[in-house]
């Protein structure tokens, strides 16, 4: 079975950073496009940061200048680096991914493959 296991969350203080790391088991991710989504409570998914599998990116406008996503393919992960973290930041944050060559045509959520169970952000003083 395909599956991504995300980690690295957790509370800190607004400004502070944490780097989310999302595994993949039963596949090798380098053929695979992964996004980042996160959901506050109350509100529905978005999305947040994106890899191709080539290493083309995406961010989310509320993301940009602070979050970094990246890949390691041979440590079959990618990872999603986030400075300067605010209150809003704050919620479910989920990997997702998707097979094939997508370039920088972001996959929309209901495209992806396979998604992990998340893992909590809290920002919060």
């Known amino acids: 079975q395909l599956h991504v296991v995300e980690s690295g969350g957790g509370l800190v203080q607004p400004g502070g950073s944490l780097r989310l790391s999302c595994a993949a088991s039963?596949?090798?991710?380098?053929?695979?496009?992964v996004g980042w989504f996160r959901q506050a409570r109350g509100k529905e998914r978005e999305g947040v940061s994106y890899i191709s599998g080539s290493g083309e990116t995406w961010y989310a406008d509320s993301a940009k200048g602070r979050f970094t996503i990246s890949r390691d393919d041979a440590a079959n992960s990618v990872y999603l680096q986030m400075n300067s973290l605010k209150p809003e930041d704050t919620g479910a944050y989920y990997c997702?991914?998707?097979?094939?060559?997508?370039?920088?045509?972001?996959?929309?959520?209901?495209?992806?493959?396979?998604w992990g169970q998340g893992t909590q952000v809290t920002v919060s003083s």
């Open positions: 997702a991914a998707v097979r094939g060559i997508w370039g920088l045509m972001v996959p929309l959520e209901h495209e992806y493959d396979v």
């Open positions: 039963g596949f090798t991710l380098d053929h695979y496009n």
